[in-house]
């Protein structure tokens, strides 16, 4: 079972693919929102889906409650996956220079062939 710091990091990392796509920006700040949400409860997020009340928690809507729901019962997320799928492995190593986010990673790869 992922704990709630392990669930962060993957919404994180979605996150950070969304915004590297060029998706919609409300969907990738609701995605770093769930990152602080999830990050900061004070019990485990599989009780709080084993009990039915993760669309309780704030800024959590029917897709991050299926995304977040699939990490807590199978430690996977296939949308992460399908976006991974959709994304240079060259560009994840790029946010990993420090001071460089996902906006201009993508605009370093686009421009630049990085």
Do not use: C, W
Request: no cysteine; hydrophobic share 40%.
């Amino acid at each position: 079972m992922l704990s709630n710091t392990e669930i962060a990091a993957v919404l994180q990392e979605i996150a950070d693919l969304l915004d590297i796509a060029g998706e919609n920006p409300f969907k990738v700040r609701g995605f770093r929102r769930a990152v602080e949400v999830i990050g900061g409860l004070p019990e485990e997020a599989a009780e709080v889906v084993g009990q039915g009340r993760l669309r309780d928690l704030p800024g959590i809507g029917e897709t991050l409650a299926e995304v977040i729901t699939e990490l807590v019962t199978t430690g996977n997320s296939s949308y992460r996956h399908h976006l991974t799928d959709q994304v240079p492995a060259s560009l994840l190593e790029l946010l990993r220079i420090p001071g460089l986010g996902p906006r201009k990673a993508s605009q370093l790869y686009r421009e630049l062939g990085i």
